[in-house]
């Protein structure tokens, strides 16, 4: 079974410039999740989806931060524009409709690597 | 903050000695689990216990609860270097409905 795979791994941009991840979930999985890691901190949830709907975006900066799932498949999280503060580790996950935070089984990617100079 | 604390922030151990960590927190949870990071990658599940539990085994990991105490450990017995990594405990339940990542111990092994 492939896992949830993210794109780049790693990024390098300028404050105030943009920048895209993207990321595909494991097959059949109708949650997903983004979550930011700040270096020596534990993961923080931005935004998760239920398909293609947002369940809890409560701690997504919505004024640079958005995301889709318009196809309740693959996502992507764009940052426009960038701060010295969003130099992070941005980490997708998923879950399959019996799976989740209930049960313990949530998959997570490799990580997209963000450095904002 | 529904949040856990961890300690120690970070740990080192021979092979073969046993590791534990601890994590405490603050709110009503409905599970409590533990993650392992090693460098540069993502986070891998490894147990998950209940609040209405106290303890629970898999394999070399053993993880206890006292919701009491609001505080769970987390012991990696017979360490091996491949064990080097961080590990996190993730609280689930109470009013939020999301899992809520701890802050984390790095745990070294040396060979």
């Known amino acids: 079974e492939a896992g949830v795979a993210q794109s780049p791994r790693y990024k390098i941009i300028e404050k105030r410039q943009s920048v895209a991840f993207w990321c595909n979930p494991i097959s059949g999985h109708a949650t997903l999740y983004w979550y930011q890691q700040i270096l020596g901190q534990g993961p923080k949830l931005l935004i998760q989806f239920q398909n293609n709907g947002v369940v809890d975006d409560s701690q997504l900066p919505k004024d640079r931060f958005s995301a889709e799932r318009l196809k309740g498949v693959d996502s992507t999280l764009k940052i426009q524009p960038a701060k010295l503060e969003d130099s992070a580790v941005y980490l997708c996950?998923?879950?399959?409709?019996?799976?989740?935070?209930?049960?313990?089984?949530?998959?997570f990617g490799e990580g997209s690597r963000l450095t904002v100079l | 903050s529904q949040q856990g604390e961890e300690d120690p922030q970070a740990l080192s151990i021979q092979e073969g000695e046993n590791a534990t960590m601890n994590c405490s927190y603050k709110t009503s949870i409905n599970n409590l689990q533990w993650y392992r990071q090693n460098s540069g990658r993502g986070l891998v599940h490894l147990i998950l216990?209940?609040?209405?539990?106290r303890e629970k085994h898999s394999g070399r990991l053993r993880v206890t609860l006292d919701t009491s105490k609001k505080s769970s450990s987390l012991l990696i017995t017979a360490s091996r270097a491949a064990d080097t990594a961080s590990y996190f405990c993730?609280?689930?339940?109470?009013?939020?409905?999301?899992?809520?990542f701890g802050t984390g111990t790095l745990l070294a092994v040396q060979p």
């Open positions: 996950a998923s879950s399959s409709p019996q799976g989740g935070p209930n049960t313990g089984e949530l998959f």
């Open positions: 993730a609280l689930y339940g109470g009013a939020t409905n999301k899992l809520i």
């Open positions: 216990i209940r609040s209405n539990e």
